[in-house]
């Protein structure tokens, strides 16, 4: 049974509006871009430390298991987010507990092997991160697109807990967590204005899944 859903929101490291407003959120994650420099990615990170904020999760996406490594102990993190193709067993080797990215479109099957890999495999990997597989896309995520929540609600059934993204915003929060029960939601784009965080957006979608009814 789900008491209250937890609140992720995902900045960029590049984005300097100081909007996102951390304190609101229970998880909080700083996103690293391989064009970045990883000191301009550390240094970003530390700061948010430095003012305060809810536990604070990395992402990356397919970069090297050294420079996750570095990063996670130099911050240091509360936890790594794979955001990539990166092999669940990856997890096994990073000292923070892990949320791992499964990305979910209308072929999925739990049942399917080839279809849900190691999404069921416990490794190290604390926490599955449900989000929406776009075809034709270069990169993952942050792409604002729903996928069925009744996926989501499949595996909620099976008592395994994960979060879930993928097009969310302050309108639809609320029916997300209701039809898929994840453990928490995570946002990004869907809290943005012109693809800066936008406090406002925060503000409605934090309040959306607090108050989103769980008990049924």
Do not use: Y
Not at 56 to 78: C, K, M, T, W, Y
Request: aromatic share 6%; charged share 25%.
């Amino acid at each position: 049974k789900i008491a209250q859903a937890v609140r992720k929101d995902c900045v960029l490291e590049t984005d300097r509006s100081d909007k996102s407003n951390a304190a609101s959120q229970d998880l909080f994650a700083s996103i690293s871009r391989e064009a970045a420099p990883k000191e301009f990615f550390s240094s970003c990170c530390k700061k948010i430390v430095e003012r305060g904020r809810p536990l604070l999760a990395g992402v990356f996406q397919n970069q090297p298991l050294e420079h996750i490594i570095e990063v996670a102990r130099s911050v240091p993190l509360d936890l790594v987010q794979l955001h990539g193709a990166e092999p669940a067993s990856m997890a096994q080797q990073i000292p923070v507990p892990v949320i791992k990215v499964f990305h979910i479109d209308d072929s999925f099957s739990l049942g399917d092997k080839a279809s849900s890999g190691d999404l069921l495999q416990t490794f190290r990997h604390s926490l599955i991160l449900l989000d929406t597989k776009v075809a034709g896309a270069t990169q993952q995520g942050g792409q604002g697109v729903s996928f069925d929540w009744t996926i989501a609600r499949r595996l909620a059934d099976m008592g395994v807990p994960f979060l879930m993204a993928g097009g969310l915003t302050p309108d639809n929060v609320a029916e997300a967590l209701a039809v898929g029960r994840p453990w928490g939601v995570d946002v990004s784009s869907g809290v943005e204005t012109d693809k800066v965080k936008d406090q406002e957006k925060i503000r409605a979608f934090v309040n959306g899944a607090k108050c989103a009814p769980l008990d049924a």
